[in-house]
Nanobody, 125 residues
Framework: QVQLVESGGGLVQAGGSLRLSCAAS????????MVWFRQAPGKEREFVAA????????HYVDSVKGRFTISRDNAKNTVYLQMNSLKPEDTAVYYC??????????????????WGQGTQVTVSS
């Protein structure tokens, strides 16, 4: 059974930092790109950042560039999202997901196959 389990969310003041983790289990994730989405109350789910299996390729939504860093440790089957200089508008439930890019170096996936349950991030002003 494939599982993605997020952790690391919490309450932080504006300007602070958090590091989210997403631990994957239940299958090999070779060739799988990993992604973070977020969803704020009353808003659509939003792409935040993605990383290829190799870790060489990443992509970010403009609003987090320079503040967030996505990375992965394939030996631990874990992807991370380091979030610095947090803003109140970053408040959301953050979800990780995995999709088969069929390449170690690609972020292109037909769909995100597996999802975590989400972790709440709240940034106070």
């Amino acid at each position: 059974q494939v599982q993605l389990v997020e952790s690391g969310g919490g309450l932080v003041q504006a300007g602070g930092s958090l590091r989210l983790s997403c631990a994957a289990s239940g299958r090999t994730f070779r060739n799988y790109a990993m992604v973070w989405f977020r969803q704020a109350p009353g808003k659509e789910r939003e792409f935040v950042a993605a990383v290829s299996w190799s870790g060489d390729y990443t992509h970010y939504v403009d609003s987090v560039k320079g503040r967030f860093t996505i990375s992965r440790d394939n030996a631990k089957n874990t992807v991370y999202l380091q979030m610095n200089s947090l803003k109140p508008e970053d408040t959301a439930v953050y979800y990780c997901a995995a999709g088969n890019a069929q390449s170690d170096f690609s972020l292109l996936v037909p769909r995100w196959d597996y999802w975590g349950q989400g972790t709440q991030v709240t940034v106070s002003s």
